[in-house]
């Protein structure tokens, strides 16, 4: 498989004669030994001549890193920062890039759940079941189609087995507790399997109470600035209406021989958490006590997987994926005992399958052809709508090529096209405060194409030099065009666009890639102009729904009856940045192994007109160095992050200040058998209590991360 461009990533390039099946020859994995002896970094290159940044957390590191949202698991990884909501939603933003440009995937397949729609929703996937993470940006993320444009997540999990357990039975527990906001979360995991059949079952169950800060909750001096206008309470120390409970298990069947597999699976989870208080916000007439807003989340999910090894050299593999999602929660006030009297209840089911094709041909092409089919179904109903039902359906074929020139040089290629059809199942649209209504049109369509071509070069041994380019479209998504009204939990009145036109990203990079036995390292520059970036911006007045009928005025006296206006527009936006990190593990002849690692990452978004000023939203420089030592199976790093103060947060926005944060992480690998380990592990975090603002947040001036916590947990497999 094309190593750039396919979704399962080896450590080492492989020709495309490698690549070829052999039920005779066991696979070169099975020859790597099940725990490395060199102390490793959290995030695993997969190769080191790929054309594309490709993070990988799997193993000892991701049960280790796992946090109670997407976005905290993946937070320390390079270009990647937490989209924070509040303690109880997390969503990964990649090199600025969030909602409906980075999408999240489960096992190749979209995740389906509402968070591209909006920052306040969770990611439907509790990440203690996952057994590999991988982060893609760059020229990589074309296969999976506009929705990537920003990067892709793909969580990778052993639901639909994909191999027979050597002895019949395997399996994994996970127990983890954190003091801060007594977050006890456990799981289990079961596979059986006997001959040509295995089963895989688990089950997960998650419960904390609410998050502790040092400090006070709102940030009054950052809310007066933004709204002028005093907030009429705060809670100190912590954040009120954090505390989230959630569970859910799978269970999914495969028939297994030399030539492929063919399975299916069954998930469902619910989750309920809550949106943290603050103003402006959702009050009824008269009331004095801040609203109190929760979310009542669950999903449903249909999977079926198969992979067909042929007896065609040209054609060695042909995997396809179908599934079904059935994705719905509702918004209600915790103080309101009818739980059936929600605010809002959102519906989404999707339908999607993917059909991949790889192709070779002698020792000097290696590439896939493949097909993307989407249908979604998207309904809203309730007192605070402001996105009404749509459906889309879309349509997309890729195809990428690797060329293997020679030895140390290959040029990769892949171009997409992609027809996508937006239909509103309803004629007109009503704004909160306007008596007129706004029509709608029947459909919107949108084709798409992308192209991307990347050149790698080995320019010394295991040193390679990597240039990519990319041309890729987005369609916008059904809030961006069709939000009308207010959003209480992202605190905003948002209007939508009707007629925006695809995004069009040009994406240049440029990196160097060195690994050698004591030092290695990488860095990346990359630079992108963005046209008709959507985005939502700050109108600069307020809607205040007290009032009967509710109006727009420029100022609002009472902030608990207003909510500022944001409306999505489109232009044109450049972005530049780096990642760089510079690892070094030397032998020094006695037991303790150290390690020293030093990192930094950057992005920096602005408008081409200067009248529009900065991208909102994004992370700020940050930089920082770990220490580490391994001494037989004690392993543990100290980890220091410094991010300076975010001084460009875009117009009518607030900054962020600077912070210096502290971790400390230890583990112990006990090794019973060659089939039975337990990991015990320990982490520190924010040990200095810091009070800590997101940039990347709607909700950094009303809630700030986590104070310090410490967490215990185990993970035994056999």
Same mark, same amino acid.
């Given at each position: 498989m094309n190593p750039a461009f396919a979704d399962d990533q080896n450590a080492q390039k492989k020709s495309p004669a490698e690549n070829q099946p052999n039920p005779v020859q066991p696979k070169p994995s099975a020859t790597i030994p099940p725990e490395p002896v060199k102390f490793e970094t959290m995030t695993i290159e997969a190769s080191s001549t790929s054309a594309d940044p490709i993070q990988k957390l799997e193993s000892?590191?991701?049960?280790? *890193?796992?946090?109670?949202?997407?976005?905290?698991?993946?937070?320390?990884?390079?270009?990647?920062?937490? &989209?924070?909501? !509040?303690? @109880?939603?997390?969503?990964?933003v990649i090199r600025g890039m969030s909602g409906p440009r980075v999408r999240i995937m489960q096992n190749g397949i979209g995740a389906h759940d509402?968070?591209?729609?909006?920052?306040?929703?969770?990611?439907?996937?509790?990440?203690?079941?996952?057994?590999?993470?991988?982060?893609?940006?760059?020229?990589?993320?074309?296969?999976?189609?506009?929705?990537?444009?920003?990067?892709?997540?793909?969580?990778?999990?052993?639901?639909?087995?994909?191999?027979?357990?050597?002895?019949?039975?395997?399996? *994994?527990?996970?127990?983890?507790?954190?003091h801060n906001s007594a977050d006890k979360a456990g799981m289990?995991? &079961?596979?059986? !399997?006997? @001959?040509?059949?295995?089963?895989?079952?688990?089950?997960?169950?998650?419960?904390?109470?609410?998050?502790h800060i040092p400090g006070t909750a709102l940030d009054e001096a950052a809310i007066r600035q933004q709204f002028q206008v005093d907030p009429s309470s705060n809670s100190k120390n912590v954040i009120q209406n954090s505390h989230s409970s959630s569970q859910g298990g799978s269970a999914g069947i495969s028939m297994i021989g030399k030539h492929g597999h063919l399975g299916g699976s069954y998930h469902e989870m619910t989750r309920n958490y809550g949106i943290p208080p603050g103003v402006p916000g959702h009050t009824e007439a008269g009331r004095v006590q801040q609203e109190a807003i929760r979310i009542d989340m669950s999903q449903r999910r249909y999977d079926l997987d198969g992979l067909w090894k042929t007896y065609w050299p040209a054609l060695p593999r042909i995997k396809a994926k179908l599934s079904y999602v059935d994705y719905n929660h509702k918004d209600y006030d915790k103080s309101v005992t009818d739980r059936s009297s929600s605010l809002t209840q959102f519906k989404n089911s999707v339908w999607e399958s993917r059909l991949e094709m790889n192709h070779q041909r002698g020792g000097w092409l290696d590439g896939t052809f493949g097909m993307q089919w989407q249908n979604r179904n998207f309904a809203a109903a309730g007192i605070e709508t402001f996105t009404p039902a749509a459906t889309i359906d879309s349509l997309g074929f890729f195809i990428t090529e690797t060329v293997f020139i020679t030895d140390r040089l290959n040029l990769e290629m892949g171009a997409r096209i992609e027809n996508q059809t937006t239909t509103p199942k309803s004629d007109q649209i009503k704004l909160a405060g306007i008596s007129g209504a706004l029509p709608l049109p029947n459909e919107l369509n949108y084709l798409t194409y992308s192209l991307a071509a990347s050149l790698n070069y080995e320019i010394l041994p295991q040193t390679s030099l990597y240039l990519s380019w990319q041309r890729a479209q987005r369609a916008p998504d059904v809030q961006e065009l069709f939000a009308a009204g207010p959003h209480f939990a992202t605190r905003s009145y948002e209007i939508g666009r009707l007629n925006l036109s695809a995004e069009q990203t040009n994406h240049y990079e440029l990196g160097l890639r060195y690994t050698g036995r004591h030092v290695s390292f990488h860095t990346n520059g990359y630079y992108k102009s963005i046209q008709d970036f959507i985005y939502l911006e700050n109108q600069g007045f307020f809607f205040n729904f007290a009032p009967d009928p509710p109006r727009f005025q420029l100022t609002c006296a009472n902030l608990r009856n207003c909510l500022p206006v944001f409306g999505y527009q489109a232009n044109t936006a450049n972005f530049a940045g780096y990642e760089a990190e510079i690892t070094a593990h030397?032998?020094?002849?006695?037991p303790v192994q150290p390690r020293l690692t030093l990192f930094s990452d950057y992005v920096r978004g602005w408008f081409q007109n200067d009248a529009f000023g900065d991208v909102p939203r994004l992370p700020p420089l940050r930089f920082g160095g770990e220490i580490g030592v391994q001494w037989t199976q004690w392993r543990s790093g100290l980890r220091y992050t410094h991010a300076l103060e975010q001084n460009r947060p875009g117009i009518l926005e607030t900054e962020t200040p600077s912070y210096h944060r502290l971790d400390l992480d230890l583990s112990y690998d006990w090794k019973m058998s060659d089939h039975r380990k337990i990991l015990f592990f320990a982490k520190l975090s924010n040990m200095t209590n810091m009070t800590i603002r997101n940039s990347?947040?709607?909700?950094?001036?009303?809630?700030?991360?986590?104070?310090?916590?410490?967490?215990?947990?185990?993970?035994?497999?056999?």
């Open positions: 000892r590191e991701l049960r280790i *890193r796992t946090g109670e949202t997407l976005g905290k698991t993946l937070e320390r990884e390079l270009g990647v920062s937490n &989209l924070s909501y !509040g303690p @109880g939603v997390g969503q990964p509402l968070s591209a729609l909006s920052p306040d929703l969770a990611v439907a996937f509790e990440t203690m079941l996952a057994d590999s993470i991988t982060v893609l940006r760059g020229p990589a993320t074309l296969r999976y189609g506009g929705n990537a444009i920003g990067g892709m997540v793909d969580i990778k999990h052993q639901r639909i087995p994909e191999k027979v357990p050597l002895k019949g039975v395997a399996g *994994r527990m996970d127990f983890r507790y954190d289990f995991a &079961l596979d059986v !399997g006997k @001959g040509m059949f295995a089963i895989h079952v688990d089950y997960f169950q998650r419960s904390s109470n609410n998050t030397p032998r020094l002849g006695i990347t947040s709607f909700l950094r001036n009303f809630a700030p991360e986590p104070g310090f916590s410490a967490q215990v947990g185990m993970s035994a497999t056999f």
